[in-house]
């Protein structure tokens, strides 16, 4: 290409041109280009005065270890045809980042199908990401909901049990005001709140319907928030009860939480599992990362690590101090006992390395078990999952 690339934050006319430049890159239109207008940051590359890449960011708060983390989210973006394969992406998500970086974001997170370009820059999947669809006939048969109460609607309650609800996992997104609206309108949302009889509200259900080809509907899940086993059973039951109008019932890919609930309660296991493309973590800032994360309370440990540097072309030692359910991040000249690359790095961050055994397999080295068992631990009190989409 003659002309020479620049980069630059959109302005009006710049959205407009990008919008359509996504419509021809992706095939379709990209509403969300439409719906975040007010809420998301958007960078173009320009060449000639006409857009030919870009991609939006999302400076939003994601729950790790309880506490919410200030992250990049980084969704829609594209490259021209034209002007694929001169690593163009690369340089646009460096774009991307930096204005989130400058307003507080330390670490990133991605959901793409091009997993390899992501892991070639630094981010990695901490968890499988799975879509489940169960015969509703099945749902019918194997759950029921005695002495629970379900009203059609959202209201603040049912907001702030779903904000509650997400502290308890590492990964989910601490939803801005606006996000519900946003949600509510990409997808036409339908909400369902559950609560025992004359006791406050433990569970949300969101999902959408759409005409079957032939007959009824296919109906999709897209939020499954339960306080406890009774209330998931319960929603289990009332998805059940579309029996007559929707032959299967789909959870969204990350829909449906990491717990057993479902596959433990049907009489007959005829699930599906379908694996999707993973949402996918970067660590942006480690010191500042592992400051602001929350920390197990009953867990004191220091231990000397080395990271791989943000170049990519050496290490750097660190000693990580954590105690009270606070964590520090030290330069050192000690030798580090674990080696963890940004990769590995964002996994162990995620709580995404359960045990050693698992941590070996992944390729982490150590010359200490107990120095990697104890780091692994710092970080697996709360599982990760991921359910926001972006």
């Not at 892991?119 to 669809?133: K, S, T």
């Not at 099945?138 to 029921?144: A, I, P, V």
Request: glycine share 8%; proline share 6%.
């Amino acid at each position: 290409m003659s002309q020479q690339l620049t980069f630059a934050p959109a302005d009006d006319g710049l959205w407009q041109q990008y919008d359509r430049l996504a419509t021809r890159a992706y095939g379709h239109p990209i509403h969300d280009i439409t719906h975040l207008r007010d809420h998301a940051d958007l960078q173009v590359a320009l060449r000639s005065g006409h857009v030919v890449a870009g991609g939006l960011g999302l400076l939003v708060d994601q729950f790790f270890g309880g506490v919410p983390v200030p992250t990049a989210c980084l969704g829609d973006g594209c490259v021209a045809p034209e002007e694929r394969g001169d690593h163009l992406a690369t340089r646009m998500t460096q774009e991307r980042l930096r204005p989130l970086i400058e307003r507080g974001a330390v670490i990133s997170t991605i959901s793409t199908s091009s997993t390899g370009y992501a892991r070639r820059l630094g981010w990695e999947a901490p968890v499988p990401v799975f879509a489940w669809a169960v015969a509703t006939d099945d749902l019918r048969q194997s759950f029921t909901s005695e002495d629970f109460e379900i009203e059609h609607g959202l209201t603040d309650d049912a907001q702030a049990l779903q904000h509650d609800l997400a502290r308890r996992w590492n990964g989910p997104v601490h939803r801005p005001a606006w996000w519900t609206q946003w949600k509510e309108d990409k997808n036409s949302l339908i909400a369902y709140r559950f609560n025992p009889a004359g006791q406050p509200t433990t569970g949300l259900l969101t999902l959408n319907t759409k005409r079957h080809e032939r007959h009824g509907m296919n109906l999709i899940v897209h939020d499954f928030w339960a306080a406890n086993h009774p209330t998931a059973t319960a929603m289990l039951a009332f998805l059940g009860h579309h029996n007559t109008r929707a032959r299967t019932i789909n959870f969204r890919r990350g829909a449906l939480p990491p717990y057993p609930a479902l596959l433990h309660g049907l009489h007959h296991h005829r699930t599906t599992a379908q694996s999707w493309h993973p949402w996918m973590l970067r660590i942006l800032d480690t010191p500042k990362a592992i400051r602001l994360r929350g920390w197990p309370t009953r867990l004191t440990t220091t231990a000397p690590i080395e990271i791989e540097n943000a170049a990519g072309d050496g290490w750097d030692r660190w000693i990580l101090h954590i105690k009270d359910g606070a964590a520090e991040l030290t330069p050192t000249s000690v030798e580090g006992k674990v080696t963890l690359t940004r990769r590995q790095l964002a996994v162990w961050y995620a709580g995404g390395y359960s045990t050693a055994a698992s941590a070996h397999m992944a390729g982490v080295h150590s010359v200490s078990e107990k120095v990697l068992s104890t780091l692994i631990r710092t970080t697996t009190e709360l599982e990760p999952w991921l359910p926001d989409h972006f």
